[in-house]
């Protein structure tokens, strides 16, 4: 996957020399190829198409949960009953929810309704007619993660709850637009930033998108806002989330008491999308692909 650069391509490490001048192939001034370079330079480990390949297999599994997921939601279900069935789903297909238990998560499913954010944390919460809920699936099959979100409305959506809902996901949409070699993470988050603030609503900064795909949460962050670290190039085999979570009113965040649960201060709502992905020669592959 990484050897299909022209030579005379612009080296996707960044370097701004041609390709065949430094890590095609053989090493580069530093002894190093492009793998060895996104390593030693970003921390970044570039996936071969074997390792893709079992990240595809296992999004396609986080998708089929999504298809149940899907079914349950309605007024009066509690999020327990869908943290059941993601778990139950997840285990007989010989995979295992990548949430539980990690540094202490308590389910297998993040469930965040309304003014929660994000990793809202299962239990006897009912679901109400009106409301949005936020389901974020991340399973492990054979070593490998794939991650993936969608905000789901619970019965007849409010005017608000369309709207908010409908910025998250072109957000995400607008992101991965920029995800191709050539570019940068900034370029991603700029047209995340700058889309929902045209819209008025705002971007949460705590929590970021992230590479994925031997871990749950790798090298690098992808910011869903202008950042200093965003220079990072995007380059074949990287393999990240892209997630941006958009408030409609403004961007700050409280943490409840559970340690887990982010809530807008201002208690407006919140909706997120999230896809796993990887660089290709010519721009992305969704591996938890859903339309957007
Ligand atoms: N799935 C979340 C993400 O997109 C992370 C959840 S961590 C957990 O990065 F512990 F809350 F599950
Ligand atoms: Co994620
Ligand atoms: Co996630």
Same mark, same amino acid.
């Given at each position: 996957?990484?050897?299909?650069?022209?030579?005379?391509?612009?080296?996707?490490?960044?370097?701004?020399?041609?390709?065949?001048?430094?890590?095609?192939?053989?090493?580069?001034?530093?002894?190093?190829?492009?793998?060895?370079?996104?390593?030693?330079?970003?921390?970044?480990?570039?996936?071969?198409?074997?390792?893709?390949?079992?990240?595809?297999?296992?999004?396609?599994?986080?998708?089929?949960?999504?298809?149940?997921?899907?079914?349950?939601?309605?007024?009066?279900?509690?999020?327990?009953?869908?943290?059941?069935?993601?778990?139950?789903?997840?285990?007989?297909?010989?995979?295992?929810?990548?949430?539980?238990?990690?540094?202490?998560?308590?389910?297998?499913?993040?469930?965040?309704?309304?003014?929660?954010?994000?990793?809202?944390?299962?239990?006897?919460?009912?679901?109400?007619?009106?409301?949005?809920?936020?389901?974020?699936?991340?399973?492990?099959?054979?070593?490998?993660?794939?991650?993936?979100?969608?905000?789901?409305?619970?019965?007849?959506?409010?005017?608000?709850?369309?709207?908010?809902?409908?910025?998250?996901?072109?957000?995400?949409?607008?992101?991965?637009?920029?995800?191709?070699?050539?570019?940068?993470?900034?370029?991603?988050?700029?047209?995340?930033?700058?889309?929902?603030?045209?819209?008025?609503?705002?971007?949460?900064?705590?929590?970021?998108?992230?590479?994925?795909?031997?871990?749950?949460?790798?090298?690098?962050?992808?910011?869903?806002?202008?950042?200093?670290?965003?220079?990072?190039?995007?380059?074949?085999?990287?393999?990240?989330?892209?997630?941006?979570?958009?408030?409609?009113?403004?961007?700050?965040?409280?943490? #409840?008491?559970?340690?887990?649960?982010?809530?807008?201060?201002?208690?407006?709502?919140?909706?997120?999308?999230?896809?796993? #992905?990887?660089?290709?020669?010519?721009?992305?592959?969704? #591996?938890?692909?859903?339309?957007?």
């Amino acid at each position: 996957m990484h050897a299909k650069i022209g030579r005379n391509d612009p080296c996707p490490c960044g370097s701004g020399k041609k390709y065949k001048k430094c890590c095609m192939g053989a090493p580069n001034a530093a002894g190093l190829n492009l793998p060895e370079t996104f390593l030693k330079r970003y921390n970044i480990r570039l996936k071969t198409p074997e390792q893709v390949d079992g990240m595809r297999r296992c999004g396609k599994l986080v998708m089929q949960t999504f298809d149940i997921v899907r079914d349950l939601i309605r007024p009066g279900v509690k999020t327990e009953d869908i943290n059941q069935a993601v778990h139950e789903f997840t285990v007989k297909n010989g995979a295992y929810p990548a949430p539980l238990n990690y540094h202490g998560f308590p389910k297998s499913v993040c469930i965040s309704p309304n003014e929660v954010i994000c990793h809202g944390i299962p239990g006897e919460r009912v679901l109400k007619d009106g409301d949005i809920v936020n389901v974020d699936i991340t399973s492990i099959l054979d070593g490998y993660y794939a991650d993936c979100n969608q905000t789901f409305f619970v019965g007849a959506p409010s005017p608000d709850a369309r709207k908010i809902v409908d910025v998250a996901r072109e957000c995400l949409r607008l992101g991965l637009e920029q995800a191709k070699p050539g570019n940068i993470v900034n370029d991603i988050s700029a047209a995340i930033q700058t889309y929902a603030e045209g819209q008025g609503c705002s971007v949460v900064r705590e929590y970021m998108g992230h590479g994925v795909g031997l871990d749950f949460h790798e090298a690098p962050n992808i910011p869903h806002f202008r950042s200093r670290w965003g220079n990072t190039p995007l380059a074949p085999g990287m393999t990240f989330t892209v997630e941006p979570m958009i408030n409609l009113g403004g961007k700050a965040l409280r943490v #409840l008491d559970d340690g887990w649960t982010a809530v807008t201060k201002d208690g407006s709502l919140s909706a997120q999308f999230e896809q796993t #992905l990887v660089i290709t020669e010519h721009g992305f592959e969704s #591996l938890t692909p859903f339309e957007l």
